[in-house]
């Protein structure tokens, strides 16, 4: 009895050990791009540019992190899912790397979206960049057929009596001003874009 004991104790402790590891305990459907059904030529279009620039600072890019999702309105939860484009990445890459949010700097991101009211999580920032920075932005849009929702980087005014924190220093430097703004669209009938292309 003992024995049976100890054996099921550990096999807990093992448990508990594994779903305490960081990448198990992220939730799958934040963590692996999602394929959405019924498009009908609606896009999320994100430029990524290679340098952002106040007039005074200036961060140079070469690779950004990019974490798009949308609310899954099937889902009793309303649980957000990953929209990132498809890479055709293994699912070892998927789980255990960040291969799947880094994008180049350079080029623009189009993603195809579905039609009608939808709310958006969009995380957005210098990826390996000494001073980096990070920006957060979420959005309910209505599209209607042939728009796409434009999001646009933009540099914030700096405040007259900023604060400061121990971590991000002065909220006027730079890469604490840097947002994301939201257009809605009508989709020219030719464009020449500078679309990003992924290996």
Same mark, same amino acid.
């Given at each position: 009895?003992?024995?049976?004991?100890?054996?099921?104790?550990?096999?807990?402790?093992?448990? /508990?050990?594994?779903?305490?590891?960081?990448?198990?305990?992220?939730?799958?459907? %934040? %963590?692996?791009?999602?394929?959405? !059904?019924?498009?009908?030529?609606?896009?999320?279009?994100?430029?990524?540019?290679?340098?952002?620039?106040?007039?005074?600072?200036? /961060?140079?890019?070469? +690779?950004?992190?990019?974490?798009?999702?949308? !609310?899954?309105?099937?889902?009793?939860? &309303? &649980? %957000?899912?990953?929209?990132?484009?498809? #890479?055709?990445?293994?699912?070892?890459?998927?789980?255990?790397?960040?291969?799947?949010?880094?994008?180049?700097?350079?080029?623009?991101?189009?993603?195809?979206?579905?039609?009608? !009211?939808?709310?958006?999580? /969009?995380?957005?920032?210098?990826? #390996?960049?000494?001073?980096?920075?990070?920006?957060?932005?979420?959005?309910?849009?209505?599209?209607?057929?042939?728009?796409?929702? %434009?999001?646009?980087?933009?540099? &914030?005014? #700096?405040?007259?009596?900023?604060?400061?924190?121990?971590? #991000?220093?002065? +909220?006027?430097?730079?890469?604490?001003?840097?947002?994301?703004?939201?257009?809605?669209?009508?989709?020219?009938?030719?464009?020449?874009?500078?679309?990003?292309?992924?290996?």
């Amino acid at each position: 009895m003992k024995m049976v004991f100890s054996l099921n104790l550990f096999s807990l402790l093992v448990l /508990i050990g594994i779903v305490n590891c960081s990448p198990i305990q992220e939730l799958y459907w %934040r %963590r692996l791009p999602h394929k959405i !059904e019924g498009l009908k030529g609606t896009f999320l279009k994100l430029a990524l540019p290679k340098e952002i620039s106040d007039g005074i600072e200036k /961060i140079e890019i070469s +690779e950004f992190y990019v974490s798009i999702l949308k !609310e899954d309105k099937e889902s009793l939860i &309303k &649980k %957000r899912i990953l929209i990132n484009p498809n #890479r055709n990445l293994s699912f070892w890459n998927l789980w255990f790397s960040n291969l799947h949010y880094i994008f180049p700097a350079g080029c623009e991101l189009d993603i195809p979206i579905p039609e009608g !009211e939808n709310l958006y999580e /969009i995380h957005l920032g210098a990826y #390996r960049v000494p001073g980096g920075y990070y920006t957060y932005l979420e959005t309910s849009v209505n599209l209607k057929p042939n728009e796409s929702l %434009r999001l646009t980087l933009y540099v &914030k005014g #700096r405040s007259l009596n900023p604060t400061a924190d121990g971590i #991000r220093g002065s +909220e006027n430097l730079l890469k604490n001003r840097i947002g994301l703004k939201v257009t809605i669209e009508q989709n020219p009938s030719t464009e020449e874009l500078n679309v990003c292309k992924f290996e």
